[in-house]
């Protein structure tokens, strides 16, 4: 069964830092990642979503990488700002099914 | 916009009760889901659902049954509330699998069982 892990769980940034949030899975046989943004009690917010015929997608002031052959992917978050605080989770969808499997996040404090 | 709600918020209930959480998403997706969410153990799967009618079950089906009468609509039935049952519930919707199959989610329904 797929596992995926995010390390590290929590992590705290002075503003304007850039920051790098890691995310692993077991088995590279997937159909694409999805990194979701989640704020306290609320549900979650697609960021970005990358097929496994691709290494990077980028939006804005975000970067998420893919090296499916080792299991891995980075989100890059350039010149943090308090408003990315928050809990950042992936997820991938695969192999063999329709749902997504979780880590279960890193929850980023970016400091005034 | 895509849009994925839910039918409550927050929700108490109390033990013993049969819960409906109602889900509905404007997106003509095919796929449907719902999830919880425990801190610590991250979001779990209950059930999916691939089509009108269809249901799969997920990692923690125990409990808890579905139904998806219409395309749009995706229920989650808790059939006697437990104090183990207290969660986030989270529920999803997508198109066909694989490839750009970005999943949206909705606010979340807050769930305490008393």
């Known amino acids: 069964k797929q596992e995926v892990t995010q390390i590290p769980a929590a992590l705290s940034v002075p503003e304007g830092e850039n920051l790098v949030l890691n995310c692993s899975f077991t088995d590279s046989a997937i159909y694409n990642l999805q990194w979701f943004r989640q704020d306290p009690g609320k549900g979650l917010t697609s960021l970005l979503l990358i097929q496994s015929s691709q290494r990077e997608q980028t939006s804005g002031r975000l970067n998420a990488s893919l090296d499916k052959s080792s299991g891995r992917s980075t989100l890059y978050i350039a010149a943090s700002q308090p408003g990315d605080s928050a809990t950042y989770l992936c997820?991938?969808?695969?192999?063999?099914?329709?749902?997504?499997?979780f880590g279960t996040g890193t929850r980023l404090t970016v400091i005034p | 916009d895509v849009k994925v709600t839910q039918s409550s918020r927050y929700l108490v209930k109390r033990t013993g009760e049969k819960v409906f959480l109602e889900c509905v998403q404007d997106?003509?997706?095919?796929?449907m889901f719902w999830y919880r969410q425990d801190p610590g153990l991250g979001l779990r799967l209950i059930y999916f659902s691939y089509d009108v009618k269809m249901k799969e079950k997920g990692d923690i089906p125990e409990g808890y049954s579905v139904s998806r009468e219409k395309k749009e609509r995706f229920s989650l039935i808790l059939e006697s509330a437990s104090t183990n049952q207290t969660s986030m519930y989270l529920c999803?919707?997508?198109?066909?699998?694989?490839?750009?199959?970005?999943?949206?989610f909705g606010p979340g329904t807050r769930l305490t069982v008393l």
């Open positions: 997106m003509d997706h095919e796929n």
């Open positions: 997820a991938v969808e695969g192999p063999g099914a329709n749902n997504l499997f």
């Open positions: 999803a919707s997508s198109s066909l699998a694989g490839g750009d199959n970005e999943q949206f």
